[in-house]
């Protein structure tokens, strides 16, 4: 009997070794640590992974801010330049119309007259047209004396000469004008033909 009793105070005392063991406060500071250790990196390599997500996620959206802020300049500029062409076309077609009153004004002037406050009166008004246009920005093509340039001249005629260079501009019939860098109207000419030179 005392064997098999000291069988049983073994495996009773193996029995609550076992409970103490899990239940004791050694056991769960083992347990906890041995448990947090690989989790913990696994934890900390989780949320540096995360980091590093939501890192490039920035990026990519700062990216895409700085993109959709240079497509909303670009387009700005755009519209601004669209309106400016659009009001100088717009002006450049008034302008045109005003150009035979220039024209009928420079005849005027041409012709000897003696009323001299007349004269003085129509002068008068040519100067103000003509500052008028310039504050525009249109103003008149140089001709007479010049070299003949197809871009800005309409030669109406050749003329034989030994006068003057060969292609040079002779005689200005009716001014050309431009507005702005944009050509109205070409300047209407005679054209000096030099066969000695």
């Known amino acids: 009997m005392g064997k098999s009793n000291g069988k049983s105070d073994v495996e009773k005392a193996g029995l609550d070794l076992e409970h103490e063991l899990p239940s004791g406060d050694g056991g769960e500071v083992v347990s906890e640590a041995a448990s947090r250790g690989p989790s913990a990196a696994v934890d900390q390599s989780a949320a540096e992974t995360e980091l590093q ?7 990519a959206l700062l990216d895409r801010l700085a993109r959709a802020q240079a497509e909303f300049e670009n387009a700005r500029r755009r519209a601004a330049k669209e309106q400016q062409e659009y009001r100088d076309f717009a002006t450049s077609d ?5 150009l035979p009153v220039i024209d009928s004004f420079e005849r005027a002037l041409q012709v000897k007259s003696e009323g001299s406050e007349f004269r003085n009166g129509i002068e008068l008004i040519y100067k103000q047209l ?5 504050k525009l920005g249109v103003h008149a093509i140089a001709a007479k004396g010049e070299p003949f340039d197809p871009r800005y001249h309409e030669a109406i ?12 501009v002779l005689d200005e019939l009716q001014r050309g004008y ?3 860098d944009r050509l109205l109207r070409p300047a209407m000419v005679r054209v000096a033909k030099n066969p000695g030179k």
């Open 178 to 180: 431009k507005f702005k």
């Open 130 to 134: 003509q500052d008028a246009l310039a």
């Open 157 to 168: 005629e050749m003329v034989e000469t030994t006068d003057v260079p060969d292609h040079a």
């Open 94 to 98: 008034a302008i045109k119309s005003l």
């Open 53 to 59: 997500k939501l890192k490039s996620e920035r990026e």
